[in-house]
């Protein structure tokens, strides 16, 4: 079987290429120089010589505030590109993984979020993931679209390395306690693909959309204190709760996107991660340089 990597340098890209992968698979890689999703039409090209299986996209644009500024280029990456991938997998006869949000959702629910709850983004961000999501959905029907939140990695920009970074700067951090998540790491999510293709390619599982998190939800503040408490600063910072409010952003963010995960265990057996293991591990990543 042939499995097709899309996105390189990314967290969750990076920790794919990382995996082994059982001796009958071959994997590809692709990064952004070898297919730009800026420019939808020319991924065929890209795609179709290496004739894939199963693809895997692990690409988009990220950066959520930037996108209310950019939302033309944040829809061409995240809307239009993933619905060219559907129509290319479906014609050449290749299942696809995709990687979606939780930001779909508009955190005004009072429990965790299933996948079927009604989607209502927030953000530029949040409705080009809807889009993604959808062009998939209508142009084909072998795919899994997994969706995650809060992704941190040893490597890459994410709210560890920024905490990190501003908690050897700054004597006090104050952190959003009024929003609530779950922390997920970018090595779980790529050992939670590389499973659900191996189960779909031996014909377990189900076709559809999943929600794959860590268990033990918080907020960013409790995540930074977490990571405050377990990189032991010279000296720590004093961390100061704060609301939403107080800290104005160009996107909007939803007060709540708990994902519910009980799907992705009934159909694959995949339970939730503790985030706390996860954070351990990458710290020590860090600390190794
Ligand atoms: N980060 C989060 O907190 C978060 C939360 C929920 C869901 N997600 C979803 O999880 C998935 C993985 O996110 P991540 O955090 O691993 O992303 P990331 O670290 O920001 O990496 C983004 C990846 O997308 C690729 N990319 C960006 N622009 C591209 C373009 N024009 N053409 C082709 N490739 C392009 C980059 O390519 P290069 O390798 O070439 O640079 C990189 O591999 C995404 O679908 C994201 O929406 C992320």
Not at 55 to 74: H, K, W
Not at 229 to 240: C, D, I, L, Q, R
Not at 252 to 258: D, E, G, K, L
Request: proline share 6%; hydrophobic share 40%.
């Amino acid at each position: 079987m042939r499995v097709l990597i899309l996105g390189k340098s990314g967290q969750v890209s990076r920790e794919l290429a990382r995996l082994s992968w059982p001796g009958q698979i071959d994997v590809f890689q692709l990064g952004r120089d070898a297919c730009d999703f800026s420019s939808p039409s020319t991924i065929a090209s890209a795609i179709e010589p290496i004739a894939p299986d199963f693809v895997i996209n692990a690409a988009a644009y990220t950066a959520v505030d930037r996108a209310e500024s950019e939302p033309g280029l944040a829809m061409a990456i995240n809307g239009d590109a993933p619905t060219e991938i559907a129509r290319i997998c479906e014609r050449i006869g290749a299942a696809l993984a995709h990687i979606s949000t939780d930001y779909v959702f508009d955190g005004r629910k009072a429990g965790a979020y299933v996948e079927d709850d009604p989607v209502c983004p927030l953000s530029v961000y949040g409705r080009t993931k809807e889009a993604g999501e959808g062009g998939i959905r209508s142009n084909m029907a072998r795919y899994v679209i997994v969706r995650t939140s809060w992704v941190f990695a040893g490597h890459g920009a994410n709210f560890v390395k920024t905490m990190l970074r501003l908690g050897a700067e700054r004597p006090e951090l104050r952190v959003v306690a009024d929003q609530h998540g779950a922390p997920t790491s970018a090595r779980d999510i790529a050992q939670t693909l590389q499973k659900m293709v191996l189960a779909r390619a031996d014909g377990r599982g189900a076709w559809g959309t999943f929600h794959f998190t860590s268990r033990e939800p918080t907020t960013w503040y409790g995540f930074a204190k977490a990571i405050n408490e377990g990189v032991g600063f010279a000296s720590p910072p004093k961390m100061t709760p704060i609301t939403t409010a107080e800290y104005p952003t160009p996107a909007a963010r939803p007060a709540n996107s708990v994902l519910d995960c009980s799907r992705i265990q009934q159909e694959f057996g995949i339970f939730q991660p503790s985030w706390r293991d996860a954070l351990s591990n990458v710290l020590a990543e860090v600390k190794m340089g």
